[in-house]
């Protein structure tokens, strides 16, 4: 399946799961989000593995989830900006390590919600503008193609600026990965072709190329790597001590590794995701519940919440059916958002009017009803359920 093929069912799928503009409800629009996501890493995955049916084997005798297919997985519940309950099961890598609480995974796309929080906390103190051209915006690159020059931040970050490239494949451990401006040229040594915006902004089209974007927005405004500004206005103003774009060290202390359907271990125990905003990001389910707390603080106007609440809103209100600003939105208004690298997915919702999160992450390539049954087997009070 091309990627071209691939974009045109995504959105086929999305006019389907719509009703007058609106997600029929939260499990069909969470159904479409994951998909869809699972589509675009699936589609460029190294040597076809990819996201497969498994089942989750119930709840445990004692209470807490069960593995089920999965090799391991770890699960956060926060309320009022407090996590509430942590819980682990499983190994880091199969027949190793167990995971705990501190175990980092690769959180692949659920990168670009955090990713969102940074654009629009450049944003909320003046420093790019969200729906001024980006290519006006930018200063090493240009975003190509006859939709080019129309392509603004807003866009990208709901995945309708009509720009390439689904998803990343990602590189092996050992290899020299290649530049972002690279990446976005595909050129030299890259895995995925030039980011282009060559379809009219409007529609949904999921675009991990659009996310590297505005990774390089994010260094051009800032004069600092992509990394280190994440770190300094991201992670430490929301606790999140566990999260990094650093890649584990040989050996791995403390963090998962990958695996494919079959319980195989990822060559190298995980790959590379040089596309940091997209991608990259390793963390642990506590930490992504803190994140999102900070997005529910913000949208109630907290004193010390990290966005504005006018931008949080905007953030947080759907643009074509359930993407909004790096986050989807069901019609109930419960935001979600899912992963998936090559040995790794994940899940994060929160829900604004109990103010809780929940995040899994899963460290084999789980289907998405393996996801909903780890969730939906935990003995905790869930306002919501999958």
Same mark, same amino acid.
């Given at each position: 399946?091309?990627?071209?093929?691939?974009?045109?069912?995504?959105?086929?799928?999305?006019?389907?799961?719509?009703?007058?503009?609106?997600?029929?409800?939260?499990? *069909?629009?969470?159904?479409?989000?994951?998909?869809?996501?699972?589509?675009?890493?699936?589609?460029?995955?190294?040597?076809?593995?990819?996201?497969?049916?498994?089942?989750?084997?119930?709840? @445990?005798?004692?209470?807490? #989830?069960?593995?089920?297919?999965?090799? @391991?997985?770890?699960?956060?519940?926060?309320?009022?900006?407090?996590?509430? #309950?942590?819980?682990? +099961?499983?190994?880091?890598?199969?027949?190793?390590?167990?995971?705990?609480?501190?175990? *980092?995974?690769?959180?692949?796309?659920?990168?670009?919600?955090?990713?969102?929080?940074?654009?629009?906390?450049?944003?909320? $103190?003046?420093?790019?503008?969200?729906?001024?051209? $980006?290519?006006?915006?930018?200063?090493?690159?240009?975003?190509?193609?006859?939709?080019?020059?129309?392509?603004?931040?807003? #866009?990208?970050?709901?995945?309708?600026?009509?720009?390439? $490239?689904? @998803?990343?494949?990602?590189?092996?451990?050992?290899?020299?990965?290649?530049?972002?401006?690279?990446?976005?040229?595909?050129?030299?040594?890259?895995?995925?072709?030039?980011? +282009?915006?060559?379809?009219?902004?409007?529609?949904?089209?999921?675009?991990?190329?659009?996310?590297?974007?505005?990774?390089?927005?994010?260094?051009?405004?800032?004069?600092?790597?992509?990394?280190?500004?994440?770190?300094?206005?991201?992670?430490?103003?929301?606790?999140?001590?566990?999260?990094?774009?650093?890649?584990?060290?040989?050996? +791995?202390?403390?963090?998962?590794?990958?695996?494919?359907?079959?319980?195989?271990? $990822?060559?190298?125990?995980? *790959?590379?995701?040089?596309?940091?905003?997209?991608?990259?990001?390793?963390?642990?389910?506590?930490?992504?519940?803190?994140?999102?707390?900070?997005?529910? *603080?913000?949208?109630?106007?907290?004193?010390?919440?990290?966005?504005?609440?006018?931008?949080?809103?905007?953030?947080?209100?759907? +643009?074509?059916?359930?993407?909004?600003?790096?986050?989807?939105?069901?019609?109930?208004?419960?935001?979600?958002?899912?992963?998936?690298?090559?040995?790794?997915?994940?899940?994060?919702?929160?829900?604004?009017?109990?103010?809780?999160?929940?995040?899994?992450?899963?460290?084999?390539?789980?289907?998405?009803?393996?996801?909903?049954?780890?969730?939906?087997?935990?003995?905790?009070?869930?306002?919501?359920?999958?």
């Amino acid at each position: 399946m091309s990627p071209q093929t691939e974009n045109a069912i995504m959105s086929r799928n999305l006019a389907k799961h719509t009703l007058n503009g609106s997600i029929v409800d939260r499990r *069909r629009a969470m159904q479409f989000a994951l998909g869809a996501l699972a589509a675009a890493r699936f589609v460029l995955l190294p040597s076809g593995d990819g996201v497969t049916a498994q089942t989750a084997s119930g709840d @445990g005798d004692d209470g807490t #989830m069960a593995t089920g297919d999965i090799v @391991g997985a770890g699960i956060s519940f926060s309320r009022n900006a407090r996590i509430e #309950m942590s819980q682990s +099961v499983g190994h880091r890598t199969a027949g190793g390590a167990d995971v705990n609480g501190q175990t *980092r995974f690769q959180a692949a796309s659920i990168s670009k919600t955090v990713n969102s929080c940074a654009v629009l906390m450049l944003a909320d $103190v003046g420093r790019l503008e969200l729906d001024r051209p $980006v290519n006006a915006q930018l200063r090493r690159w240009q975003v190509p193609g006859p939709f080019g020059d129309t392509v603004t931040p807003s #866009m990208l970050l709901s995945h309708t600026a009509g720009t390439s $490239v689904s @998803g990343f494949p990602g590189y092996p451990r050992d290899s020299q990965v290649p530049t972002l401006v690279d990446i976005l040229n595909g050129a030299g040594q890259v895995n995925t072709m030039p980011v +282009v915006a060559d379809q009219s902004p409007g529609q949904f089209r999921y675009s991990g190329g659009g996310t590297s974007v505005l990774q390089l927005l994010v260094e051009d405004v800032t004069d600092q790597p992509y990394a280190s500004f994440v770190q300094e206005t991201v992670f430490a103003p929301l606790g999140m001590t566990r999260s990094t774009y650093q890649a584990p060290d040989r050996p +791995v202390t403390n963090a998962a590794n990958g695996h494919y359907r079959d319980r195989r271990a $990822v060559e190298g125990g995980f *790959r590379l995701y040089p596309e940091l905003a997209a991608a990259g990001l390793w963390t642990t389910p506590a930490d992504l519940c803190r994140m999102s707390d900070g997005i529910l *603080r913000s949208l109630r106007g907290h004193a010390d919440a990290v966005l504005s609440r006018e931008t949080a809103l905007r953030m947080t209100s759907p +643009v074509v059916g359930p993407s909004a600003l790096g986050i989807f939105v069901s019609d109930d208004g419960v935001l979600f958002h899912a992963g998936f690298n090559a040995g790794f997915v994940s899940l994060l919702l929160a829900d604004p009017a109990s103010m809780t999160s929940v995040a899994i992450m899963v460290n084999s390539e789980a289907d998405p009803n393996v996801l909903a049954g780890l969730f939906d087997g935990v003995r905790a009070p869930f306002p919501f359920r999958m």
